[in-house]
């Protein structure tokens, strides 16, 4: 899976935009906070214990770690690391 050509964070629509090689794909913050790989939300998700994801969640910062990208929320939680083929399938 190739890294994609373009992140763009669209803070004030809360949503991230990924340029890959053949389409455009918009991911809400929300979506994403939710959806965050790091051992501790998977770890809570499999307890059944669907945290609530506050609607106002923001990505804050986004840093490229090679084979995916490190984003920062604005609830300060920042361990999830995206892989690039799982940013993709959240599309
Ligand atoms: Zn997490």
Redesign the pocket.
């Known amino acids: 899976m190739n890294a994609p050509s373009g992140l763009r964070n669209v803070r004030g629509q809360g949503e991230l935009a990924v340029q890959w090689a053949d389409a455009l794909q918009v991911i809400s913050h929300v979506r994403l906070r939710g959806a ?3 051992s ?2 998977r770890a809570s998700k499999l307890r059944g214990g669907i945290s609530a994801v506050r609607d106002d969640v923001r990505v804050e910062r986004i840093e490229v770690q090679g084979y995916g990208v490190q984003l920062v929320f604005s609830d300060g ?1 920042e ?2 690391i995206y892989p690039w083929q799982y940013l993709r399938e959240l599309g």
């Open positions: 965050c790989p790091c501790q939300c939680h361990r999830g």
